[in-house]
């Protein structure tokens, strides 16, 4: 089966402008996952959907990242305007398991952000 | 709120065995993981225990889990060099809702 496709896989920006990030789920997967990974440190999540509704999006910083996921399948994070510190790899995951139960999520590649 | 801890570095020679620890804080973790990650790459699930289990064996690898003192172990048998990479452990639970929470990552240095 296909994995989890993220693009783009690199990309820099100058602070204050904005950056979209895009990713294609394992098809059937209801879960998508983005999770923000700084140099040196864990993933953190940043936000969940479960089809098309926000399940988690408690760590997300609302001020300047937005993300959707209209139709349920494909997803998009954007940020608006970038700090520096913003400066991560973005990675994109998704799942299918029943309620309660996580048995490991499929990753994508991520998209490196550098922001300058 | 859960947390995951582990050790920042590990070298070992080749065709030694490697081991890298974890603990964690979260009493509701239902499962815990161990998850690789290369330069460049995405995360890779290697394996995952249900928390009523002691140890999980998967060809070269071997997780055992110290339930009661929130401590996780990942063993490589016959380490190679293509085993270099980062290692995350991670754990889900109720408490967080079946999320899954990553330590900082192991970064194993193997050498030849």
């Known amino acids: 089966e296909a994995g989890v496709a993220q693009s783009p896989r690199y990309k820099i920006i100058e602070k204050r402008q904005s950056v979209a990030f895009w990713c294609n789920p394992i098809?059937?997967?209801?879960?998508l996952y983005w999770y923000q990974q700084i140099l040196g440190q864990g993933p953190k999540l940043l936000i969940q959907?479960?089809?098309?509704?926000?399940?988690?999006d408690s760590q997300l910083p609302k001020d300047r990242f937005s993300a959707e996921r209209l139709k349920g399948v494909d997803s998009t994070l954007k940020i608006q305007p970038a700090k520096l510190e913003d400066s991560a790899v973005y990675l994109c995951a998704s799942s299918s398991f029943p309620q309660g139960a996580n048995y490991g999520y499929t990753f994508g590649s991520g998209t490196r952000l550098t922001v300058v | 709120g859960e947390d995951v801890e582990q050790s920042l570095f590990l070298s070992v020679r080749e065709g030694d065995s490697s081991v890298i620890n974890c603990t964690y804080t979260?009493?509701?973790?239902?499962?815990l993981y161990w998850y690789k990650q290369e330069p460049g790459a995405g995360l890779q699930l290697l394996t995952y225990?249900?928390?009523?289990?002691d140890m999980k064996q998967d060809q070269r690898l071997t997780v055992l889990l110290n339930k009661k003192d929130k401590h996780l172990s990942l063993r490589i048998a016959d380490t190679q060099t293509g085993d270099s990479a980062i290692y995350f452990c991670?754990?889900?639970?109720?408490?967080?809702?079946?999320?899954?929470?990553f330590g900082a990552g192991t970064r194993l240095f193997v050498k030849a």
């Open positions: 098809s059937g997967h209801a879960t």
């Open positions: 225990i249900f928390s009523n289990m």
């Open positions: 959907f479960q089809n098309n509704g926000v399940v988690d």
């Open positions: 991670a754990e889900s639970g109720s408490t967080g809702g079946f999320k899954t929470i």
């Open positions: 979260d009493s509701s973790s239902t499962y």
